[in-house]
């Protein structure tokens, strides 16, 4: 598919996932309007581990390969998934202090994914580090494998240990009404096809960055 006809796909599914948050989906009586940030939370929160599983498998085939478009797919999910999930992390605090009064609390599903979000910042900080570039590829794959270890435990936190924060996955569809499941469905599949053009884009971008500085350390030499 052309990433441009993708991308007017995406924009016009995120503006129909809009439409349904505020025209279709029913005000929650207990919460009322902020509860509509859900649709939004959930959905970002979702497509940044799968951001970050997408790190764990490029990363896994460049150590077993040593093919470099595997170490660029690897960054251009991570970029996403730190946006996706610092912007979860945002949402979910506006959202839970209508729901708890409070903006933050050391709950096992918020405690492990604030410590995903640091881990896979570091990811991306190491991305810059001045080492070689190979030597820069091959410590970060390592990096992008191992830091999978905390998202199955964001997943399972819920579950796993006594948590305050709602466990829709699973939970055959948490006791919404159909009108929010449809809304969360659509959002869902928004926001990932919005995902898949991002790191098209981004992989794109990187690709063409590392060919540009390969082309200017062979210029030199």
Known sequence: MNLAIAALLAGV?????????????????TM?????????????????????????LASAA???KRDIKFDYIAGAAAEIGVIFSGLALVTGSIWGRAAWNVWWTWDPRLTTTLIMWFVYAAYLVLRT???????RSLVCA???VVAFVDVPLVFYSARLWRSVHP???????????????TTLMVNLAAFGLFWLVLLA??????????????KMVWDQD
């Open 13 to 29: 599914a995120l503006c129909a996932g809009q439409y349904l948050i505020w025209m279709y989906a029913p005000i929650e009586v």
């Open 32 to 56: 009322g309007l902020v509860q509509k940030i859900f649709y939004v939370h959930m959905p970002m929160a979702a497509w940044a581990m799968i951001s970050f599983f997408v790190v764990f």
């Open 62 to 64: 460049y150590l077993l």
């Open 129 to 135: 580090s001045p080492m070689s570039a190979e030597r």
């Open 142 to 144: 390592v990096l992008g």
């Open 167 to 181: 466990n829709v996955i699973g939970a055959k569809g948490g006791g919404m009404e159909p009108e929010m499941l």
């Open 201 to 214: 884009v981004r992989y794109r971008q990187v690709r063409l960055s590392g060919q540009l500085d390969a």
